[in-house]
């Protein structure tokens, strides 16, 4: 395992240290997917907020059964959404994001929102070109057909598998898949594709050169194959802002639902500590904020 840099300690003094975590999931799962971390953080002292994307209140099984509210999901509603969670808090948290979830922290932070945030094998935001084999693969299900783009996209245990959980044995992949799957929105999958192609800023884009954005650590999985290590360095090569920080740290033999993966806790300890260590004030609205 690869050690994060310069942790400090959570019994070290820190002068109004945030004292909630905002954990955001990503696309094919739900907030459920959090549950250990929660549990976890909460058994810290710290207040843990996982907001669901509208809709997602509903139990896996249930947006399983019918998913209309995946298929009528949008990027700008995912942000308001957690923006309205976020906005109200005493005092700015920290914003951990898996997958889709880590754009949303960067988008986040990019709007003056959080004290710190973590992004794990996250998404790219716009501008972010890398597309490596294995993710062309993962994604394949989704893209396939451009009739996809009105649909809610789920994944076989076997697509499951080689995206998310190619590093666990076949019981523990099938026993996660039953737990946490729901299907993708389509529209919004085929969105951030097209977005590179689109003139102008999309939902997904950030300005990659503002100073007043609060610090941001990718990790990446080593074995991740939807959102490969490449992806994640990629991303933070793009920020450029000359005053802030932007670090990226590589977790061998991890796969894309590392928070699952064993050893997960050893990863949120040291994700949290990363985020109290590097955690400055942040305000609601920043230069360039959309």
Do not use: C
Not at 71 to 94: N, Q, Y
Request: glycine letters at 6%.
């Amino acid at each position: 395992m690869t050690d994060i840099p310069d942790p400090r300690p959570v019994s070290d003094p820190v002068p109004d240290a945030p004292d909630t975590i905002v954990l955001i999931h990503g696309f094919w799962v739900t907030p459920r997917s959090w549950e250990e971390w929660k549990a976890r953080y909460e058994a810290r002292g710290f207040r843990v907020l996982t907001p669901a994307y509208p809709g997602f209140e509903a139990e896996v099984e249930a947006l399983n059964a019918d998913p209309t509210p995946i298929v009528e999901l949008t990027v700008p509603a995912i942000v308001e959404r957690l923006r309205s969670v976020i906005e109200p808090l005493e005092k700015p948290p920290i914003l951990i994001g898996h997958s889709a979830g880590g754009v949303f922290v960067q988008l986040l932070l990019d709007r003056g929102f959080g004290a710190a945030g973590v992004a794990i094998n996250s998404a790219p935001t716009e501008g972010v070109k890398v597309l490596p084999l294995s993710q062309l693969r993962s994604t394949f299900p989704a893209f396939k057909s451009p009739a996809n783009r009105h649909k809610a996209i789920g994944f076989t245990h076997e697509q499951w598998h080689y995206a998310f959980t190619n590093t666990f044995s076949e019981e523990e992949s099938r026993a996660l898949y039953e737990r946490y799957h729901v299907p993708a929105s389509g529209g919004v999958l085929w969105s951030t594709v097209l977005a590179n192609l689109m003139p102008g800023p999309q939902d997904a884009a950030v300005d990659y050169h503002n100073d007043a954005r609060a610090p941001l650590l990718f990790i990446a999985g080593g074995e991740d194959h939807l959102m490969p290590p490449k992806v994640q360095y990629s991303n933070a090569k793009h920020y450029k802002a000359p005053n802030t920080v932007t670090e990226v740290v590589e977790y061998p033999g991890k796969a894309h639902l590392l928070p699952a993966q064993e050893g997960w806790e050893e990863i949120a300890d040291a994700a949290l500590d990363w985020a109290l260590a590097h955690a400055r004030p942040a305000r609601s609205e920043v230069a360039g904020a959309q």
